[in-house]
């Protein structure tokens, strides 16, 4: 059985995200990057059902990006990962390109499971996965908190605003991870030293027979302003006031 | 142009998340000349398409295979409407409803989407719409290529539309359950033990600290407000370590890293600790007795005081609505 | 009384010839038991990991000194137990050399072919100063042994028995109980012309007597006793290397290769690991030989558990359960090589797929819950080090990825940020805002690098001790500097979690910039950036003069830069204690300086200074070092309960500290008991007086 398990690579989101000069990207002079947490959640899952299920149970790891996504796939195969793939890209790639990326890998790798974070903390988007399991008929289960295995069904604990839903899903299958579903485990300096012997096969989009198209076109960009500066007021009245008018938080 | 609304439902009532979708419908039809339509979809949801009837016109895709939201089906409704009538918008609330079904119907209809949105406008007569990113430490504006164009939009920048005075036309999709995929089964839906959401998933938390003297005082206050906002509760580490508060409940370095929309931070001082676990929220909201607190300096709102005053004071303010 | 009687007793007398070559076989078949017993043992200690060994016998002389002169050794703590032991080892000790002087005797008799009646030298003022000698301390053995039996009857919980210890103290007792009685029964036999040197034995025979035992029967009767003890004596011989005995071998090995320095771990070395693929210790046969050896060393007493924060907070740590744990586990080692000389079954596959890493019975969760604050280490009587064998198991966890949680991310966020918090470098300084601070970066002219550390960087409540400290340095005007921006954590957390790798990144980056900038001497409020610049750096690069602030700021007091007005107040009833942080205290001694500064601070406050019962070198633990500052799985306060405990009872009104972590800890646990003792760090307490006077003024 094979476990594909698509990453980003994000900004450190312990760091203050900067709006470069042109206005339509973020500043990347002196950001340190990581792998997205949700994607590093998936990692972690599957290695948790290679754990259980046994050997024969393949993890690979794909990242669709520009240079600097090998140190953070060698973070994937420092946790345990099998192999990586690295689409080099250096184009900007929305929600749905990278899903056409990634549907022409599964056809290529016949992976009975594609396990990725729900979203990645850069633009938030919360797409991908779904745009996968469209693309590719698949069945699919987004927020999972907890996943079990039933022969060749699998069964997944999703959140949702209204409660815990549980569904079965048949394989193959596109299920997206939720933060509870498990703590990964840490990549000590060792493993991923160790981790330099494993292979990242390189590839590119036109071997893929894939082109960006956008479908999202980023305008523009704006800081909000991380540089809090407290208001502070005299009572309850004008706090929810301003939190309801200004701020538009509460309804 | 036609615009359909996805409508969510727990298949009585209409949410009041889809409500603000409407309201933005509403906005995107007068500035385009466009028409809005909703789509309702489940089983035995005659309450709900009346409810919806008063808002506009109805389009019902009914069926026991529709009984309850699972993605692939309602996507491929979705998708069968839009292209029956014509549709160049999906509209839908941001919650996890529309994160997965309506997600989904977008791969299938050509992946032009933008999630989360908060505001729009019209320019050059092309639609901008604005988005958070980075856990909301900036804000996107982005336009949509092709068509049809998928939106969620996000319920607190909207207003919840109010009523027309006349009912609207209801008409039924034909034949949109006959060939509906079975890979998903569904089994099964627990409602939240606690009747809060999650402290790390919530849209609003709410968080104690030193100044919440016991359980009980934590409850009243902290849950009161909570339960006022639909929000979760957090505590500090010292309420953790005091027995007064759940271990899963606390926010911070070592316990969860959250940034919700809004974090109201009540008697707590701000360790870095603590810091470290919310710093990333939206607005911060602090009361403090103490007005050197250092949580003031992360915040953008501040009250001094006493929470066991303000707080209950801030909770008839908010029902008085 | 006959002058002219020999002062002097046939050896082996009244034992015949057949009994005396039976004697010969057993002792033979006895000593072979014992030294094949010692080669099994040596054998299983060369399994583990060669190391360097550097024997110091000073060491052996040092402590055998130590507790058996000055009684204030490392028996210390508990007078009753260590008492027991000192008389049992002192007697054990005599009777031994006696019984090898008498086989010395009697074989030299034999070879010289002189007559049993007319000793070699056993005779005469010798022989006098020799039997007193022996009855005397036989005396005092068995007085350990009855102390030992009595102590055990009362009941200790800390010590762990195994019902073989039961057996040997009772063989023990035996052993002296039978000695005095072949002797009482001897001198009854034989009435020897003055045997009133046996004093002991003497006195025993005069009540044997009372009750009727004639001359033959004392004859037949010490035939009896003397096999029974001859033979009870011998199995003793053979027993050592099978049972807790053997402490007495490897305890000794143990003193003359211990190297007794604390705050101080063996660095490893990336190209070691890349060769071996092994990461810290993962398996019994990884620890190193002399490792081993302690395991052997260690005798059960349950000191270190007794001093153990980790195991007073109940958490499944308790020093001495791991190192038996251990034991048995190389034991089991023993027992699977003799069983089956396939010894490559590690190699399989199952192992692999175990990867909770720990080895025999010890539980991760003990592992890491050591707040490696060196009790264990301090108060083991035989150097065992509970703390390295932990250590290495955490490099082998971490390694394996066996780490996950708060801890993790700490370690994550150290390695992306240089600091456990994940915030940004360029906000270091923030804490210094309106203070006349200068950078590195500002200025060659300094003396001294103020070295800030992580908590007082960015958290709100350690900053204060920050300022502080400023305050004090520019009062005195000493020239320092920061460096602000360019510091990155010490990676003292890191190496103690078990993260090797990391700390050398993290000591590398900070070397590099401490060396760009001529940095020579460091001053520091915190005591793990103190033992890291100690201890860790020099292993990797330069060694710099460190001063924790408390030293520094009284070397100013003491040259006079630093000086405090003169306040007229007598002493109050408010009290001040003082709580000494273990890495400051027990690991880098430093014990004084902080004393003299809190002195200062109650002589201008007009308080009354109280010392905690534990305190100094012995102090008690807040329970967030060894990294366990950034693990979640138990609530912070609980660990420095105790402690907390025993701070509300001295009834201070408030508490000194002199480390940022032992701040966060020791406030937490005080406001979550709803307490309202104030916590602050000394050189907080120095600035308020300095306003407090001036108030007064």
């Known amino acids: 059985m094979k476990i594909l398990v698509p990453t980003k690579r994000v900004p450190d989101p312990d760091q203050r995200v900067r709006v470069s000069s042109r206005m339509n990207d973020v500043d990347s002079e002196g950001m340190s990057y990581i792998l997205n947490p949700f994607d590093t959640i998936a990692v972690e899952e599957a290695l948790r059902i290679r754990e259980k299920l046994g050997k024969d149970v393949e993890v690979v790891s794909i990242g669709v990006g520009g240079p600097g996504y090998e140190q953070d796939l060698r973070t994937a195969l420092a946790m345990g990962a099998d192999r990586a793939i690295w689409v080099e890209s250096d184009e900007r790639m929305d929600p749905w390109n990278v899903a056409c990326v990634l549907h022409a890998i599964v056809k290529r790798e016949k992976p009975s499971l594609v396990l990725m974070g729900k979203q990645a903390v850069d633009d938030d988007s919360n797409q991908c996965g779904q745009f996968l399991a469209a693309q590719l008929d698949w069945p699919q289960a987004t927020f999972a908190s907890k996943i079990e295995w039933d022969d060749q069904r699998c069964r997944v604990w999703r959140e949702t605003d209204s409660g815990i839903e549980t569904v079965m899903l048949s394989l193959p299958a596109v299920i997206t991870t939720d933060l509870r579903l498990n703590e990964p485990r840490y990549a000590s300096l060792t493993s991923i030293m160790r981790a330099k012997r494993k292979t990242i096969e390189r590839c590119e989009l036109h071997e893929l027979g894939v082109e960006n198209q956008p479908r999202v076109n980023l305008v523009h960009m704006e800081s909000v302003s991380t540089e809090r500066k407290c208001v502070m007021v005299d009572d309850v009245g004008e706090l929810v006031d301003r939190l309801r008018n200004e701020a538009k938080v509460i309804t | 142009m036609n615009i359909l609304v996805v409508v969510e439902h727990n298949g009585t009532v209409m949410s009041t998340a889809t409500r603000s979708a409407l309201t933005f419908a509403d906005q995107l039809a007068q500035e385009v000349e466009g028409e809005v339509k909703s789509l309702v979809m489940g089983a035995a949801i005659q309450g709900v398409v009346q409810e919806t009837s008063c808002y506009s016109p109805v389009l019902v895709a009914e069926g026991d295979e529709l009984k309850f939201p699972v993605a692939d089906r309602y996507a491929v409704v979705i998708e069968k409407c839009v292209r029956d009538y014509n549709i160049e918008f999906v509209v839908a609330a941001s919650t996890t409803f529309s994160k997965d079904v309506v997600a989904r119907a977008a791969g299938l209809l050509g992946g032009a989407m933008a999630s989360d949105v908060v505001g729009h406008n019209l320019q050059e007569g092309k639609l901008r719409f604005r988005r958070p990113m980075y856990a909301g430490s900036i804000i996107a504006t982005v336009e949509l290529e092709g068509s049809p164009q998928v939106v969620t939009v996000r319920a607190t920048s909207y207003p919840p539309a109010t009523p027309k005075e006349r009912t609207c036309e209801v008409s039924t999709i034909p034949g949109t359950t006959a060939t509906l995929p079975d890979h998903i089964e569904y089994l099964a839906l627990e409602s939240k033990q606690s009747h809060r959401p999650d402290v790390a998933e919530a849209r609003i938390v709410v968080s104690g600290g030193r100044a919440l003297k016991n359980t009980e005082d934590f409850e009243k206050i902290v849950g009161g407000l909570a339960d006022r906002l639909g929000a979760a509760t957090g505590s500090s580490r010292a309420l953790v370590d005091a027995g007064i508060t759940p271990n899963e409940m606390q926010v911070g370095q070592t316990g969860k890293i959250v940034a919700p929309d809004l974090y109201i931070a009540l008697g707590i001082s701000g360790a870095v600790q603590h810091l470290a676990g919310m710093k990333n929220s939206g607005i911060i909201v602090s009361i403090n007795s103490d007005p050197h607190a250092p949580i003031f300096e992360v915040s953008d709102y501040g009250i001094v005081g006493d929470v066991y005053t303000l707080v209950p004071e801030m909770m008839d303010r908010l029902n008085a609505r | ?697």
């Open chain 3, 1 to 697: 009384m006959p002058v002219n009687v020999p002062l002097t007793r046939e050896v082996f007398g009244n034992i015949d010839s057949l009994s005396r070559g039976v004697f010969y076989v057993v002792t033979i078949l006895a000593m072979g038991c014992f030294f094949w017993g010692i080669r099994q043992r040596v054998q299983l200690w060369r399994k583990g990991r060669p190391s360097p060994v550097s024997i110091d016998w000073s060491q052996l002389r040092f402590h055998f000194g130590q507790w058996v002169w000055s009684g204030r050794g490392r028996l210390k703590d508990r007078l009753f137990a260590g008492w027991a032991h000192r008389f049992l080892f002192c007697g054990f000790l005599v009777l031994l050399i006696g019984t090898i002087l008498i086989a010395f005797e009697h074989y030299g008799a034999v070879l010289f072919s002189k007559d049993g009646s007319d000793p070699l030298f056993h005779k005469g003022l010798y022989y006098v100063v020799y039997e007193i000698a022996l009855d005397s301390f036989g005396l005092v053995f068995l007085l350990g042994t009855v102390m030992f039996a009595y102590r055990r009857c009362r009941g200790h919980d800390s010590v762990k028995y195994h019902w073989t210890d039961s057996v040997l103290l009772f063989g023990l007792i035996l052993l002296g109980g039978t000695g005095f009685f072949v002797e009482a029964v001897r001198i009854i036999h034989e009435r020897p012309a003055f045997p009133a040197v046996s004093y002991a034995g003497w006195c025993l025979s005069i009540v044997i007597e009372q009750l009727g035992i004639s001359s033959e029967m004392a004859g037949t009767l010490h035939f009896v006793s003397w096999w029974f003890h001859a033979l009870l004596a011998l199995a003793f011989l053979a027993m050592i290397p099978y049972t807790r005995m053997l402490h007495v071998i490897a305890g000794m090995i143990q003193l003359v290769v211990h190297k007794p320095s604390l705050g101080v771990m063996d660095p490893l070395l990336m190209e070691e690991v890349e060769r071996t693929g092994r990461v810290g210790v993962g398996h019994i046969d990884e620890f190193t030989q002399l490792q081993l050896v302690q395991l052997d060393a260690c005798v059960s007493c349950g000191r270190c558990q007794d001093a153990c924060p980790a195991y007073a907070f109940g958490t499944p740590l308790s020093p001495r359960n791991l190192v038996q744990d251990l034991r048995l586990e190389m034991d089991r080692l023993q027992e699977t090589n003799l069983s089956d000389t396939v010894s490559d079954e590690r190699s399989e596959p199952e192992h692999i797929a175990e990867t909770s890493g720990c080895i025999g019975s010890v539980s991760s969760e003990a592992i890491w819950s050591c707040t490696s604050c060196h009790a264990c280490v301090d108060v083991c009587p035989l150097g065992v080090d509970p703390l390295t064998l932990i250590s290495d198991m955490r490099r082998h966890l971490v390694g394996e990825g066996a780490l996950r949680g708060s801890a993790a991310m700490a370690l994550e966020r150290m390695h992306r940020s240089g600091n456990p918090w994940g915030l940004p470098s360029e906000d270091r300084l923030e804490w210094a805002r309106g203070l006349d601070v200068r950078q590195v970066t500002e200025t060659d002219d300094f003396d001294v690098l103020y070295w800030v550390g992580c908590a007082a960087a960015y958290d709100p409540r350690i900053q204060k001790i920050a300022r502080s400290v400023v305050q004090l340095l520019n009062r005195a005007q000493v020239r320092f500097v920061v460096l602000g921006p360019l510091e990155r954590c010490t990676g003292e957390s890191a190496r103690r979690i078990g993260e090797e790798f990391l700390f050398q990144e993290l000591a590398h980056t900070n070397l590099e910039t401490l060396h760009s900038h001529r940095i020579r001497t460091i001053l520091t409020h915190c005591p793990h950036c103190l033992n890291s610049f100690q201890n860790d750096y020099p292993q990797f690069g330069e060694r710099f003069v460190v001063k924790h602030h408390t030293e520094y700021l009284r070397e100013l007091m003491d040259e006079g830069k630093l000086t405090f007005p003169e306040s007229s107040l007598s002493t109050g009833s408010r009290t001040v204690t003082y709580h000494d942080p273990c890495y400051l205290a027990r690991v880098n001694g430093v014990v004084k300086a902080p004393r003299t500064l809190l002195d200062q601070v109650a002589s201008t406050t007009g308080q009354a200074v109280q010392e905690l019962p534990r305190h100094g070198a012995q102090t008690a633990c807040c329970g967030a070092g060894g990294g366990r500052m950034w693990f979640d799985d138990t609530s912070g306060t609980q660990r420095s309960d105790s402690r907390v405990d025993e701070l509300l009872a001295s009834g201070a009104d408030s508490v000194a500290v002199a480390c940022p972590f032992c701040m966060i800890m020791i406030r937490d646990g005080i406001n979550a008991k709803g307490e309202s003792v104030e916590v602050k760090d000394i050189a907080e307490l120095l600035v308020e007086s300095l306003t407090h006077t001036t108030a007064q003024d």
